[in-house]
T-cell receptor, first 111, second 115 residues
C-alpha cells in the first residue's frame, strides 16, 4: 500500500519562513508533488520533485530525498494569502496521473 | 486558456438515486482524472481517462464509473447513491505528454450532498 504523513496544522506569522514535511511509503515511487487548496477552492499545483534536491519557484521551494522517503515544502516571506491547506502527493511509475495525497497541512498565517 | 470546468457545481440527491457529473478539460489536454474529497478520507483517486479509455482506477466500488468522449470531455456516474458518497468531486486534466511529470490542473469541483 501507500501512505503519506504530514503535519495536520502549522501556524506562522507574516514574513516568516515555514517548512511542511512529508514522509511517504510507496512502491514504485516516481515523484512527489505539492498542491495548495484554499477553503472551497480547487487544489492548485505548486511544485514537483522526481529527483533528489531542491526545486525553487518564487517564494516556494520543494525538496526531495528519495533515500529517506522524505520531502518538504518551504514557504518564504509568508503572506496572509498563503493561509490554506497544503497537500503532498506521490505518483508511481506506470500511473503518473494517479496521485495519492497526504491528509493535508492547514497553514495559518497570523499578522 | 480557460481552466477546467465542472458542472454542476452543487447537487443534492437522495439515497438510491444516481448522478452524473461532467468535466471539460483545458483545451488540448487529453487526460482527465477524477478525485473524491471528504473530510474523513481526504483526496482519493477515482480513475483516469485518456483517449476515451480508462487508464487507471482507484479503490472504489463499481457504483462509480466514468467515460471520456472524443473531445476529451469526461463524465462520471455514481449509481445507487449512499450517504457516504457526499463529497467534493474534483476533476483534473493534464496534457499527458511523454514524460511522467504532468502537472494536473484541477477544476472547482462538484459538491454532492446525499440526503
Amino acid at each position: 500500500g501507500q501512505s503519506l504523513e504530514q503535519p495536520s496544522e502549522v501556524t506562522a506569522v507574516e514574513g516568516a519562513i515555514v517548512q511542511i514535511n512529508c514522509t511517504y511509503q510507496t512502491s514504485g515511487f516516481y515523484g512527489l508533488s505539492w498542491y495548495q487548496q484554499h477553503d472551497g477552492g480547487a487544489p492548485t499545483f505548486l511544485s514537483y520533485n522526481a529527483l533528489d534536491g531542491l526545486e525553487e519557484t518564487g517564494r516556494f521551494s520543494s525538496f526531495l530525498s528519495r533515500s529517506d522517503s522524505y520531502g518538504y515544502l518551504l514557504l518564504q516571506e509568508l503572506q496572509m494569502k498563503d493561509s490554506a491547506s497544503y497537500f503532498c502527493a506521490v505518483s508511481r511509475s506506470g500511473s503518473a496521473r494517479q496521485l495519492t495525497f497526504g491528509s493535508g497541512t492547514q497553514l495559518t498565517v497570523l499578522p | 486558456k480557460a481552466g477546467v470546468t465542472q458542472t454542476p457545481r452543487y447537487l443534492i440527491k437522495t439515497r438510491g438515486q444516481q448522478v452524473t457529473l461532467s468535466c471539460s478539460p483545458i483545451s488540448g489536454h487529453r487526460s482527465v482524472s477524477w478525485y473524491q474529497q471528504t473530510p474523513g478520507q481526504g483526496l482519493q483517486f477515482l480513475f483516469e481517462y485518456f483517449s476515451e479509455t480508462q487508464r487507471n482506477k482507484g479503490n472504489f466500488p463499481g457504483r462509480f464509473s466514468g467515460r471520456q468522449f472524443s473531445n476529451s470531455r469526461s463524465e462520471m456516474n455514481v449509481s445507487t447513491l449512499e450517504l457516504g458518497d457526499s463529497a467534493l468531486y474534483l476533476c483534473a486534466s493534464s496534457p499527458r505528454t511523454s514524460g511522467s511529470s504532468d502537472t494536473q490542473y484541477f477544476g472547482p469541483g462538484t459538491r454532492l450532498t446525499v440526503l
